[in-house]
């Protein structure tokens, strides 16, 4: 599904983001990926989704070769890839339900779609009765629900979830786990990329450790052991 062949990234000559980046992700995968700030990780993200381009390599994705997509062939690639930071964007005048609706009218939905869809999205991250409800009224992760709600309407192949837990308490975090692990047995291949020892190693999931823009690990039912 995703591959990165020999992938490098030079932003200039003191400053190499990755190094001889092979990594491969089959489909239906949960994966953690492991590091300090710098490690490669945020550069890693930006090459897969086509914002940035490898100055050597090839990255693969299904079957795209990423980096040689066109700008006008990006949109129609992105929508199979979701996306869910820590900071959640939600747009703060708009209710959870609009904010998923909002972002299905971007794309060309008909309102009888949105109607039909938004429920049945809300539903199955937990938020049926939170739908009606501006951010500044939903709990933290209740936002961060809404957030991957919204990151699921193009029903995408992978969900990146960048420190999804980042600005969440211990409980919201493990709820919001749950909930992508849920996902993934839907049959959703989940990036999750975070700093958090504690989650990463209760998962029993693969995990890819990088240091300095070089993956140093990558072990099934792994654990975070970087300092």
């Not at 979701?82 to 964007?89: H, N, P, T």
């Not at 009218?105 to 938004?118: H, T």
């Not at 961060?144 to 980042?166: M, Y």
């Amino acid at each position: 599904m995703i591959s990165f062949q020999n992938v490098t990234k030079v932003y200039n000559k003191k400053s190499v983001a990755l190094e001889e980046i092979n990594l491969s992700i089959k489909p239906n995968e949960f994966v953690s990926i492991v590091g300090k700030n710098g490690a490669g990780k945020s550069t890693l993200i930006k090459l897969l989704i086509g914002e940035e381009k490898p100055s050597k390599g090839r990255i693969y994705f299904d079957s795209y070769e990423v980096n040689k997509l066109k700008l006008g062939e990006l949109p129609v690639f992105r929508r199979k890839i979701g996306i869910v930071f820590q900071d959640f964007r939600l747009l703060p005048t708009k209710t959870a339900y609009e904010n998923i609706a909002f972002a299905l009218e971007v794309d060309g939905k008909s309102q009888s779609e949105i109607e039909e869809f938004v429920p049945q999205i809300l539903d199955m991250v937990g938020l049926s009765d939170r739908a009606f409800n501006f951010p500044h009224e939903l709990s933290g992760g209740e936002k961060q629900r809404v957030a991957i709600a919204r990151a699921l309407i193009h029903q995408p192949a992978l969900l990146i979830a960048d420190e999804p837990t980042g600005n969440l308490d211990p409980i919201n975090s493990a709820e919001i786990i749950r909930l992508l692990l849920k996902i993934n047995e839907l049959g959703t291949t989940v990036m999750l990329v975070t700093h958090n020892k504690d989650i990463v190693n209760s998962l029993h999931k693969r995990v890819v450790s990088m240091d300095n823009g070089r993956i140093i690990r990558d072990e099934e039912n792994g654990k975070y052991v970087l300092a």
